[in-house]
């Protein structure tokens, strides 16, 4: 669990454009010991040039970064040993093999040669590469690939560990595999910050949450407080095909306490704080000579707190908005 | 200090591993120097003097189209890649980042050199070399060409933008440098051209170290280039701080 207040990562009014287009606009927050931070944007929003600025990739035009102590305008090389980074891109060097790559990481963040052939080893193993250990990093697939990109950012221990879309492009058995050793370094008191467009994803493994939007946070807040206004809520969606479609006026006259609104010309979306049961939805509905081809329960989620905030259609968060250059 | 040797020692081992281990380096490493030498010794015949009229020529174009074309790939490529991305994300100095980087092409340049060196050995009586300044001489000029490749390797996003930029600086330097014309032999309006190109004082270095022909002092090449050095070497630098942190 993490220690609230005590702050790992301190962002204070950070600032960058390219160009005419802000990137990111004042931006301010914090992350404490030993949390799970999720930064869930579209693409385009400012997650990346965020992230590049925290790891030191990127220079903010304006506001300040603190890493466990470390102001990165002043000491960025003194911060950066301080954490892990897994960039957007698998970029570990194609020519060398799994293990060679994991020690010339582990070189690169100082440490001597025995400790970082046993770090690599144990790496490996922990990551279940170690039969792909002699294998050049080109031969991977792309989940051993992110595996290993992930590895290579654990070699030196760090107590802070940035993702940047751990699981974009990749199988749903990797993704699944990532997310379990994530789940299981948070145990260990590793603080992660994890930018994500996969909803789900934020809302399995992080402690708090933010949504950026064309560089500005909408909301900052813990996983439980963005999700108390819909817990407890129940949702049915309709399928009516083809067939004409009563208003929503006329239904919400005709049931009240339910709230309708249509997600697609022929999908009715009921929500309520109450159950609902089908049987008097669908009697009134063949009344009028709708045919119901489908009713299915959900349950609603983070996806539909981005929806609320932001006005953005989750779709557009899986698919990908068109991007903003660098951000 | 350590720390940053560790470091550079790694990514010059990598980039031997990745780069210029591979064949297709080895041979070109090879052949490029062996075609050259091969041809202009032929034209020159078999006399010692001639021969050791061409060789600082020779020596010079080996390490400067080794050097500058190995730096379109080391360094342009690893960005297109976003593997250069991925060392500046390591604790290390950008200053040992960018000279592990180069001491790859400048010792592959050193090599390149190996071999107008041993055909000359062979075809000519070279007893009046002065090896204690030439092998100082091509490490400086390597330096400087590996510098030289580094700022058109910073400055552009492509490799073959790499490839074309070195050209405009490699083929007047080849006519403009005294490689194979003396210097003074230019017409006056291009002398001043040859005196801000950093591969005339290593040339020079060269060419009196194995024939005597000098037209500037020993001391004097050596100052200029290890001015060119340093100025190259932080343009280089600054570049890649301003473009590539952005």
Request: proline share 5%; hydrophobic share 45%; with cysteine.
């Amino acid at each position: 669990m993490f220690d609230a207040g005590n702050e790992c990562i301190q962002v204070e009014v950070l600032t960058k454009s390219f160009g005419r287009v802000k990137a990111v606009d004042g931006v301010s927050f914090s992350v404490s010991h030993g949390e799970v931070f999720g930064f869930l944007g579209p693409n385009g929003a400012g997650k990346t040039t965020t992230i590049n600025m925290l790891t030191g990739l990127a220079r903010p035009d304006s506001g300040r970064i603190v890493i466990d102590g470390v102001d990165c305008s002043s000491r960025p090389k003194a911060a950066q040993h301080l954490m892990g980074v897994v960039p957007d891109e698998s970029n570990l060097y194609p020519e060398l093999t799994g293990f060679e790559n994991l020690c010339f990481c582990g070189a690169l963040y100082s440490m001597k040669s025995a400790p970082r052939k046993a770090r690599a080893g144990e790496l490996l193993g922990l990551f279940g590469l170690s039969e792909a250990a002699d294998r050049r990093f080109a031969e991977y697939s792309k989940g051993m690939k992110r595996r290993l990109v992930i590895a290579a950012a654990l070699m030196h221990s760090p107590g802070i560990l940035f993702l940047d879309e751990p699981t974009a492009g990749i199988d749903v058995e990797s993704a699944r595999g990532i997310r379990g050793m994530l789940e299981e370094l948070q145990r260990n008191g590793t603080t992660i910050f994890l930018t994500t467009h996969h909803i789900e994803e934020a809302e399995r493994l992080c402690d708090r949450v933010a949504f950026i939007v064309e560089g500005r946070l909408r909301r900052l807040d813990s996983l439980e407080n963005l999700l108390r206004p819909v817990r407890g809520h129940e949702v049915m969606v309709l399928d009516l095909g083809m067939s004409a479609t009563p208003g929503q006026d006329e239904l919400e006259r005709r049931f009240p306490g339910y709230r309708f609104s249509y997600s697609s010309p022929s999908l009715l979306t009921v929500t309520s704080p109450r159950p609902i049961p089908v049987a008097p939805l669908a009697g009134y509905l063949s009344s009028l000579g709708i045919e119901v081809f489908e009713a299915r329960r959900k349950q609603l989620s983070l996806d539909d707190v981005f929806v609320r905030v932001t006005g953005i259609g989750a779709h557009l968060m899986k698919s990908g908005k068109p991007g903003r250059g660098h951000a | 200090m350590r720390n940053s040797l560790i470091a550079a020692w790694s990514i010059v081992l990598k980039d031997m591993k990745a780069y210029y281990l591979k064949p297709p380096n080895i041979s070109w490493g090879l052949l490029f120097p062996l075609v050259w030498t091969g041809m202009f010794f032929v034209k020159t015949g078999r006399e010692a003097g001639d021969i050791a009229g061409v060789l600082p020529g020779m020596v010079a174009l080996s390490v400067l189209f080794g050097t500058t074309s190995m730096l379109a790939v080391t360094v342009t490529f690893e960005r297109k890649a976003k593997a250069f991305e991925r060392l500046l994300l390591f604790p290390v100095p950008l200053g040992v980042l960018v000279l592990a980087k180069t001491s790859g092409a400048i010792v592959f340049g050193m090599v390149n050199t190996l071999v107008p060196f041993a055909i000359a050995l062979y075809l000519a009586d070279l007893s009046m070399v002065s090896w204690g300044v030439v092998v100082p001489a091509v490490m400086l000029v390597a330096v400087v060409s590996t510098f030289l490749g580094l700022f058109v390797a910073v400055s552009v996003s492509e490799v073959f933008e790499a490839q074309t930029f070195s050209n405009f600086f490699r083929f007047p330097m080849i006519f403009l440098c005294g490689l194979f014309f003396p210097v003074q032999d230019l017409p006056s309006y291009l002398q001043p051209v040859s005196m801000i190109l950093p591969l005339t004082y290593g040339v020079d270095l060269l060419h009196g170290a194995i024939n005597g022909s000098a037209m500037f002092s020993p001391a004097f090449d050596v100052v200029m280039l290890l001015f060119f050095i340093t100025l190259l070497f932080s343009l280089s630098l600054r570049s890649v701080h301003r473009r590539w942190i952005y």
